[in-house]
């Protein structure tokens, strides 16, 4: 996989944390100057994780390396993503802010997906890709090749996508408005549950025997 240098890597974190936290409503409506989460069971709610006690909080709390290298790779769309949520990086608890990293192999996708939470802003940081999302209100697609520097915007809740262009490993780093921004994956929502294979088929006009196969290859039923 690719490698980012730590000065290439450094510029779009800071320009993206920027451009999120000013127009972050959450971010100034603070009454403390952080939250850092208890990530206890059964803590999480809509308005986020409760606080842990200031006193057992130090500086390594708001330091993380999640990022620094890929991801668990996917190998269905041959992409691997590691991602800086509250749920791996409890400091951003309810700053409305939070990070992923995405690393696209040659030939490899990032599926249709939303981002039920947040909208999400896309840095380039190595190779190409194109990306793009389809509106709810007339469907239409919004894409565009991106190359090395290069930013695209998901509104928040709008399938996207991004697949890689080139022929070597495109790497981007993702900011997002929302430190638990969610993550749903078309594919898995149609095909890695129980839902009967004859509603998907009336549902999406596939033929059943391709339903079938797509529940095997994501480990659904019905």
């Known amino acids: 996989m690719a490698t980012v240098s730590s000065t290439t890597a450094l ?7 920027m451009l999120l936290l000013s127009v972050s409503t959450t ?14 069971p059964g803590d999480d709610t809509p308005s986020g ?4 006690p200031v ?18 790779l996917i190998k269905p769309f041959n ?11 409890p400091a951003v608890n309810g700053l409305g802010i939070s990070a992923s990293r995405v690393d696209i192999l040659p030939g490899g996708v990032v599926p249709l997906h939303t981002h039920p939470e947040g909208s999400e802003l896309l840095y380039v940081l190595e190779g190409t890709m194109v ?21 695209f915007l998901f ?34 929502a149609l095909f890695a549950n129980n839902l009967p294979t004859s509603y998907v088929v009336k549902g999406t006009f596939l033929a059943e025997a391709e ?9 659904g039923s019905g």
């Open 27 to 40: 971010a100034t409506a603070l009454a403390q100057d952080f939250c850092v989460a208890n990530l206890g």
């Open 79 to 89: 992409t691997s993503l590691a991602s800086a949520f509250v749920q791996q990086y």
């Open 131 to 151: 990306a793009g999302f389809i509106s709810s209100s007339e469907n239409k697609v919004y894409k565009k090749e991106l190359k090395e520097g290069e930013m």
């Open 49 to 52: 994780y409760p606080c842990r």
């Open 11 to 17: 510029l779009p974190v800071l320009l993206s944390i």
């Open 55 to 72: 006193a057992t909080v130090t500086s390594a709390d708001f330091y993380s390396s999640v990022l620094a290298k890929p991801g668990i």
């Open 155 to 188: 509104p928040q809740g709008l399938l996207h996508f991004q697949y890689n262009t080139g022929h070597s490993t495109a790497v981007g780093f993702a900011a997002y408005s929302s430190s638990s921004p969610g993550l749903q994956i078309l594919d898995y």
């Open 211 to 219: 339903v079938r196969r797509l529940k095997v290859l994501f480990r």
